[in-house]
């Protein structure tokens, strides 16, 4: 099922996202100027009319986006190499007492050294997309990486000392 979603400017307040959801619900998400966020729903009977309503503050956000993300980023990868021929999405686990524990993502060189990049780290239940070269690496992390079988390969050899 493809969800659309609509985004309308609020002058003065933020952006608000709106999408229909499978039982016909009307969800809005009001990103606010200030950083927090407010959510809404509104029934068929008055799209007008919000049901329920509940704010959210910018870290509140994150935690919430990345619990909704955290079970679906690896499936939205792989759909994502379906669609380009010779692309391929795999998991690098930096294992303890290997050379990139304890050291910033970017020491590592991974895009350059291999051809694949790192698109997201999961740490336990949390996930970090796009992960910056100051992320620091820990024992247990699953790096992400999208590129071609043998890039991935480099990466996992990469991170294996």
Do not use: C
């Not at 608000?16 to 100027?33: H, P, Q, S, T």
């Amino acid at each position: 099922m493809q969800v659309d979603v609509n985004e309308v400017l609020l002058p003065g307040v933020g952006l608000l996202y709106e999408f229909v959801n499978l039982e016909g619900d009307k969800v809005g998400v009001i990103a606010r100027r200030a950083g927090d966020f407010e959510l809404a729903v509104y029934g068929e009977e008055d799209p007008d009319q919000a049901r329920a309503v509940f704010r959210l503050t910018g870290e509140e956000a994150d935690v919430l986006a990345e619990i909704l993300g955290a079970p679906r980023i690896a499936e939205r990868f792989a759909d994502l190499t379906k669609e380009v021929p010779g692309l391929s999405a795999g998991q690098v686990e930096v294992v303890a007492g290997t050379p990139l524990v304890g050291r910033p993502l970017g020491e590592s060189r991974a895009r350059t050294r291999t051809g694949a990049s790192i698109v997201a780290i999961v740490r336990g239940e949390k996930v970090i997309p796009s992960p910056g070269p100051e992320e620091v690496l820990r024992a247990g992390d699953v790096l992400v990486v999208i590129g071609t079988r043998e890039g991935i390969a480099a990466v996992d050899q990469l991170v294996r000392g």
